[in-house]
C-alpha cells in the first residue's frame, strides 16, 4: 500500500495570508487527490492532481484560491490562498492505487 | 452529479450487539462502494469495498450489501468490540475505481461497554 507523507501536520494561520500543503507519496502513482474535511464533517473533493498539466476542479472550488502543483508522480501540493477562518479545515492528499489510501492530513486553524 | 446519503448519523450498540449502516446513491452509473473507517484524529482507512458486479463481501465481522436496483448498500457489523468505536463514511463512485469518490455525511458509532 501506499505511504503518504503530508506536511505541515498542523499550522495556524492568520487572515489573508497563504499556505502550502506538501503532499510525498512513496511510489509513482497516476491518480492524487486533495480532499477537504470541515470540522465534523465528511470529506469533499477539492481536486485531482494531473501530472503535467493543471489540475481538475471539482464544483465550487476554484484554482486562484487553491492553487494545485503536480510536478512528477510522486508530489504534489496545495496552497490555501488568502485564507479566512471558513478555510480552517484538514486538507487531505490521497493516491489511488487500487484503493484510495488519505495521508495525515493537514490541520489548519485560521483566526 | 453523484449523490449519497448515509443514515444513521450516530449510532449506539451494545458491546457484541450487530449495527448496520445504510447508504443511498443516485447516479444508477456509479460502480464502486467502499466504506471508510475514520477513529479521532486520524486518516480514514478502507476497511471494505464492493463493486456492482456482485451483491455482498464478507470480511471477517464486516459484511456489505449492494442493491442496484434500489441504489443503496450497507454496512454490516457483527459482535461489535470496543475498537469499532469511529466514524464511519460510505463512497460511491462510477469509474469502477477509487478516483471520483463522493462520500456520504458519515455515522458516528458507539460501542456501549
Known amino acids: 500500500s501506499a505511504v503518504i507523507s503530508q506536511k505541515p501536520s498542523r499550522d495556524i494561520c492568520q487572515r489573508g495570508t497563504s499556505l502550502t500543503i506538501q503532499c510525498q507519496v512513496d511510489s509513482q502513482v497516476t491518480m492524487m487527490f486533495w480532499y477537504r474535511q470541515q470540522p465534523g464533517q465528511s470529506l469533499t473533493l477539492i481536486a485531482t492532481a494531473n501530472q503535467g498539466s493543471e489540475a481538475t476542479y471539482e464544483s465550487g472550488f476554484v484554482i486562484d484560491k487553491f492553487p494545485i502543483s503536480r510536478p512528477n508522480l510522486t508530489f504534489s501540493t496545495l496552497t490555501v490562498s488568502n485564507m479566512s477562518p471558513e478555510d480552517s479545515s484538514i486538507y487531505l492528499c490521497?493516491?489511488?492505487?487500487?484503493?484510495?489510501?488519505f495521508g495525515e492530513g493537514s490541520r489548519l486553524t485560521v483566526l | 452529479g453523484e449523490n449519497v446519503e448515509q443514515h444513521p448519523s450516530t449510532l449506539s450498540v451494545q458491546e457484541g450487539d450487530s449495527a448496520v449502516i445504510k447508504c443511498t446513491y443516485s447516479?444508477?452509473?456509479?460502480?464502486?462502494f467502499p466504506w471508510y473507517k475514520q477513529e479521532l484524529g486520524k486518516r480514514p482507512q478502507l476497511i471494505i469495498d464492493?463493486?456492482?458486479?456482485?451483491g455482498e463481501k464478507k470480511d471477517q465481522r464486516i459484511a456489505v450489501t449492494l442493491n442496484k436496483t434500489a441504489k443503496h448498500f450497507s454496512l454490516h457489523i457483527t459482535e461489535t468490540q470496543p475498537e469499532d468505536s469511529a466514524v464511519y463514511f460510505c463512497a460511491a463512485s462510477y469509474g469502477g475505481g477509487a478516483d471520483g469518490l463522493t462520500f456520504g455525511k458519515g455515522t458516528h458509532l458507539i460501542i456501549q461497554p
Open positions: 464492493i463493486r456492482s458486479n456482485v
Open positions: 490521497s493516491v489511488a492505487d487500487g484503493e484510495l489510501f
Open positions: 447516479d444508477s452509473a456509479s460502480n464502486y
